[in-house]
């Protein structure tokens, strides 16, 4: 593997096939050629709870630009009101804020689980009124 300077940053580059593995832009973008992991595992975990479904409901997406281009994504101090965890602010004296998106995935997960939940519950009410109703009109008849 070799490293590469460019005018508009830095390749790490794989020497055999000269595909970029990993390459960080000036603008502060990085783009890898893998599969970006992070380490989850529960045995470097204490204090374990599932998270509030509700909380993603008090999150927006939003589409704005940035770097003069169209983006999507979340407004970090709108996510800090609701899941302070998932945003950190940075030491300088601009304190920008960022967000750890990865981390708002078992929100999504939560959020999904209620509605599903939601969902059958809601299946299950109709399906009793259609049968009061059925009973109904057949002791109409």
Known sequence: MELETTCNGIKWIEGGRHNTLMELLDVGNVTILGTLTESSDERLKDNIQTLDPLKVFD????SYIKNDRDDSGVVAQEIEQVAPE?????EDEQGLKSV???????YLIEG??????????LKNEI???????????NGNS
């Open 100 to 106: 750890r998106y990865s981390n708002l995935t078992g």
């Open 112 to 121: 999904v689980k209620y509605l599903k939940k939601e969902n059958e519950e």
């Open 127 to 137: 399906s009793e009124i259609k049968q009061i109703l059925k009973e109904l009109q």
């Open 59 to 62: 999150m927006r997406g939003v």
């Open 86 to 90: 998932v945003v950190d602010t940075s």
